[in-house]
Each structure stands twice: as C-alpha cells, then as structure tokens.
C-alpha cells in the first residue's frame, strides 16, 4: 500500500500541496476513496479540518491525487486521547448510525470475501474458528455502523488552535462499527508510543473507553457498556484479517493481533 507522495513547493519553498500517486491496483483504489472521501466530507460542516482537493485524474497513466496542505501555525497533534479528537469521532457518527445483524453488514461482507484471499491455510483456518466466535457473541444483535477515518491516530493529524486537523483519509468506509476510530487511537498509541504489551494494551482500552468524555462519544454512537468490548473484537479482528492478507509472513504482527483479539474474547466469555 505504500505510494509515492510528492510535495509540491514554489522557488521560495513554500509548500503549494501535495501529490499521492496510484502505482498499482490496490494504490490506485485507495487514492480514489480518499478523493471520494475528501469530496463528499467538504460539503458538510463539521469541527476539523482536512486537506482540500485541488486535482484528482488521470495523468500519463496514473491516478493522481493533488490535496492542499495544512495552514500555516499548525502544530503537531497530542499523543493522548483529548476532548479534540472526540468533537471529531462524534461528528463522524452524525453523519449517520446504522443498525443491522453483524453477518448482513457490508463490513462483515468485506471480511468474508478478504478471508478467501489469505493464502496462508493455517491463519486462514484460525481466523474461521474466530469468525464463528465472533458472530457467536453477536448472535440475536445489532451492531451500529458509522463512517470512519479508518486510520484515526496522531501520525494522521496535526492541531489547529481548537481543532484538529485530519489527513491520509484513504482507509475512509461509510460503515465501520462504532468506535472502530476510537480503538485504532487507543491500541496504535499503546502499541507503537507506549510500548505496551497486549493485556496490557486491552486493560488501558477498556478502563479509558469507560471515562467520561469517551462515554459521551459511545452515548452518541447509540453505543451501550456491554457494546464496548464486543465493538472492540470487531475492530481487532478487521485489524488481524487485513494483516493476513497483507503479509501473511509478518509473524510478529500477526501474533500480537491474534493474542489482543483471544484477550477480547477470554474477557468476554
């Protein structure tokens, strides 16, 4: 998934924006959503920021994506979880909350058709035994599903006095389950800032998602207590299966995601 991204200056170094490149299949896609995204979100009035489409076409064979850059005065974003980063995931939930069985959802669709592409037959056979575990829990519910940043963390956004600014929009899907921003925020920060080890990254999860602020962003979500850890498994689990399409030889990876998601589930049951 790896792209080139060209900065665009003036003689005088100026930054005037900046340019990703499509140079396969799977690039040239999720450029595409970004601009789609980037599109449909400049029409609404929401509390953040994002970069502006200046160009988004074909060009000698490539697709190209040419966004502005952020304003001047901006400031790199907090590390910690506050108040500005959850104007920004409630305002994604506004947009629309849709309920529906887990197993009719496009998100679980999604899953299902990504498991056929693992060829690895041993990851391939424990992600099944973990999708019956999963619809199990799910059984007789409705999961709630909003649009999502699909990489919501602080190395994709920068502040801008009372707001933030959000970037690198190309993960973007209209129905994610709730919290799934919330989640990356909290296990990438603890993974790959606080260095934490996987019990210890799902106890700081569950004891932060049940602060108030956050509470208040669940609440909004139409999201109820008992919700939390299950929407937790969700997102691991879409976490650990997009690993193994990916690279199914990064082994390390792949341990760390199956443990988190056995550690959800040992909680729950």
């Excluded at 999961?143 to 502040?159: K, S, T």
């Excluded at 006095?161 to 994610?176: C, K, M, N, T, V």
């Amino acid at each position: 998934h790896r792209k080139p991204v060209i900065q665009v200056m003036n003689q005088e170094g100026k930054v005037l924006g900046y340019v990703k490149v499509g140079w396969n299949e799977e690039t040239t896609a999720l450029i595409r959503n970004e601009a789609k995204t980037l599109w449909a979100l400049s029409r609404k009035d929401l509390p953040f920021l994002m970069p502006k489409i200046l160009y988004a076409g074909e060009w000698q064979g490539r697709f190209l994506c040419v966004q502005s850059g952020p304003q001047e005065g901006i400031r790199p974003a907090p590390t910690r979880l506050e108040p500005i980063y959850l104007r920004a995931l409630e305002a994604l939930a506004s947009l629309g909350i849709k309920c529906c069985p887990l197993e009719e959802s496009r998100f679980w669709q999604e899953i299902e058709k990504r498991r056929e592409e693992i060829s690895n037959a041993y990851w391939r056979h424990l992600l099944e035994r973990e999708m019956i575990a999963i619809l199990e829990v799910w059984q007789g519910k409705e999961v709630p599903f909003h649009f999502a940043h699909g990489d919501f963390a602080p190395w994709n956004a920068l502040r801008a006095d009372s707001r933030i600014y959000l970037f690198d929009w190309e993960y973007a899907q209209g129905e994610s389950p709730a919290g799934y921003d919330l989640f990356h925020f909290l296990v990438q920060t603890s993974r790959l800032v606080k260095g934490y080890s996987p019990r210890k990254i799902i106890e700081a999860v569950m004891r932060l998602s049940l602060e108030l602020d956050v509470r208040g962003y669940f609440e909004h979500a139409t999201v109820g207590k008992r919700e939390v850890l299950q929407l937790l498994l969700l997102y691991l689990f879409d976490r650990l299966i997009s690993q193994c399409v990916m690279d199914h030889r990064a082994f390390v990876e792949i341990e760390e995601l199956v443990t988190l998601t056995i550690l959800a589930l040992e909680v729950m049951l």
